[in-house]
């Protein structure tokens, strides 16, 4: 549970700035940085590891305020992934209808309104909360208008930031507060697709096999359709669902896309990375949480490190060397370096950590975020590791909960 796990801890700080990679580097531009596989996770850490990971006791007294503040989420881990109370029996109908007055739409889901007993689905009202939250810094993951866990999660972050109970239930009190947050700006908005859209470079297809992705120019997006469903933080099926006519593949095609912000808050000085919950808390230096994102955290055959570490600097666009000493991929059992690209194994940031080979890190498969597991690094969105760090620096502190 949430509050066993944090009891007896001693949080610590992360900051993590990201450059927002372009959506494909050129040769130029490909950063020399090269990334290597999680070691054992279970290794005993170095000296230098636990000098570098050393904190102070204003920094220890402020990961305890930071304890009190995640005890309060309790009861939104521990809820089950409804967001609202289904539907009864005898209001059945009255929800359905409610549903489907807002049409996927541009003018549906941007005048999708809040009612009682929304249940589990995929409805406009959630598109609209998705883009809200994302705006908010609770960040949702893929947006693609349905409930689920990952939705939850950044419902409750987001009551949590705003002293709003934490129940991870999407109330008409915290409804009400998304919308006045999010002021006249629509949720979603109309995009011509440009040109340059079009261009790339693009990979058509990448192949599973690292030999064979080592071998390519680059680990670009596969074609407009992703790239344009990353720069908008959306999950690509539903991109294709709001523009179910489009081709995605011709200059002056207007399609409907998010209307989301690409930064964080300044400030940030703490980052707890919990496994359990599979999240990411961002707080300030007031101790005031001020971000979250939903994030795949180890696995059991690869678990990340536990204990305390150090933002050590950020890598655009890293080249990553693959090791088969570390875990075996297919029948790859040479070394083998993986050229950059958003579908690259660590998508197309790293930010690394004082943890030898371990990072905060994007991913090609952003739908499947807190969904899966990785090698022991901590895994978000591109688009969510890209706006992290923007904001971090060398020395920061992270800390990693059960």
């Not at 934490?166 to 109330?171: A, D, E, F, Q, S």
């Not at 305390?308 to 090791?323: E, F, M, Q």
């Not at 993986?338 to 790293?350: D, K, R, S």
Request: a positive charge.
């Amino acid at each position: 549970m949430f509050v066993r796990s944090i009891l007896a801890l001693s949080l610590s700080c992360a900051l993590t700035t990201s450059v927002l990679a372009a959506p494909q580097a050129s040769d130029k531009s490909r950063s020399s940085t090269s990334v290597e596989d999680p070691i054992d996770p279970l290794a005993i850490d170095t000296a230098s590891d636990v000098a570098n990971s050393t904190i102070t006791p204003q920094e220890q007294k402020d990961l305890n305020q930071a304890a009190t503040t995640l005890q309060k989420l309790e009861k939104s881990e521990n809820l089950k992934a409804d967001i609202a109370q289904a539907p009864s029996t005898t209001n059945t109908t009255n929800t359905a209808n409610n549903a489907t007055k807002a049409a996927w739409t541009l003018d549906g889901i941007n005048n999708a309104e809040w009612y009682d007993n929304i249940g589990r689905g995929q409805f406009p009202v959630y598109a609209r909360a998705h883009v809200m939250l994302n705006n908010a810094h609770a960040s949702p993951g893929a947006i693609d208008g349905s409930s689920g866990m990952n939705t939850l999660k950044a419902i409750s972050s987001f009551q949590q930031m705003q002293n709003l109970e934490p129940t991870g239930t999407l109330t008409k009190e915290t409804w009400d507060r998304l919308v006045s947050l999010q002021g006249n700006k629509p949720a979603f908005v109309e995009y011509t697709i440009t040109e340059a859209d079009l261009k790339g470079p693009y990979s058509g297809s990448i192949p599973r096999d690292y030999a064979l992705q080592a071998k390519m120019k680059g680990l670009y997006y596969t074609g407009p359709l992703e790239m344009l469903s990353e720069k908008f933080h959306m999950d690509e099926a539903f991109m294709k669902k709001l523009n179910p006519n489009a081709s995605f593949k011709k200059a002056g095609e207007r399609i409907i896309v998010t209307n989301i912000r690409n930064e964080l808050p300044e400030n940030i000085h703490l980052i707890v990375a919990h496994k359990g919950v599979k999240q990411l808390y961002l707080f300030n230096s007031q101790n005031q949480m001020v971000g979250s994102f939903p994030a795949t955290i180890g696995s059991a055959q690869t678990p990340s490190p536990t204990g305390t570490y150090k933002i050590t600097g950020v890598a655009p666009n890293p080249w990553y060397s693959y090791s088969p000493s570390n875990f075996v991929q297919g029948n790859n059992n040479k070394p083998l370096s993986l050229p950059p690209g958003p579908n690259g194994p660590v998508g197309n940031i790293w930010i690394g950590l004082s943890k030898k080979s371990f990072g905060i890190h994007g991913t090609p498969n952003p739908s499947l975020i807190s969904k899966t597991a990785s090698h022991g690094c901590i895994r978000l969105t591109n688009w969510d590791a890209n706006d992290l760090g923007k904001k971090v620096k060398a020395g920061v502190t992270v800390k990693f909960l059960e």
